[in-house]
């Protein structure tokens, strides 16, 4: 089985950065997708980021040019860099793996327990 684990979320101000990581331990094959979804107070969860299994980054539009996915495969950890934040982007993070897609949480194979941001104007 497959276990992630997120930390960094924090409270911070508009215009502030926080840097999210995940890592990952078990079955996560180089050919899994990973990526970044977040869930804000009665919202959908809805995907933000996610990382190909060729290495290829996707971005929701809201946070593109803000946010950037990265992974370090050494460490077994993803990363989520925010930038420019905005109380919009309050919610809880979940990192997530996928053997076949991650862009469509219905196909999630793993899913983190979350870390919370919140963002104050």
């Known amino acids: 089985q497959g276990q992630l684990v997120e930390s960094g979320g924090a409270s911070v101000q508009a215009g502030g950065s926080l840097r999210l990581s995940c890592a990952f331990s078990g079955i996560f094959y180089s050919s899994y997708c990973m990526g970044w979804f977040r869930q804000g107070p009665g919202k959908e969860r809805e995907g933000v980021a996610r990382?190909?299994?060729?290495?290829?980054?996707t971005y929701e539009d809201s946070v593109q040019g803000r946010f950037t996915i990265s992974k370090d495969n050494t460490k077994n950890i993803l990363y989520l860099q925010m930038n420019s934040l905005e109380p919009e982007d309050t919610a809880m993070y979940y990192c997530?793996?996928?053997?076949?897609?991650?862009?469509?949480?219905?196909?999630?194979?793993?899913w983190g327990q979350g870390t919370q941001v919140t963002v104050s104007s």
């Open positions: 990382i190909d299994n060729d290495g290829t980054p």
């Open positions: 997530a793996a996928a053997r076949w897609t991650c862009a469509d949480r219905d196909y999630i194979n793993y």
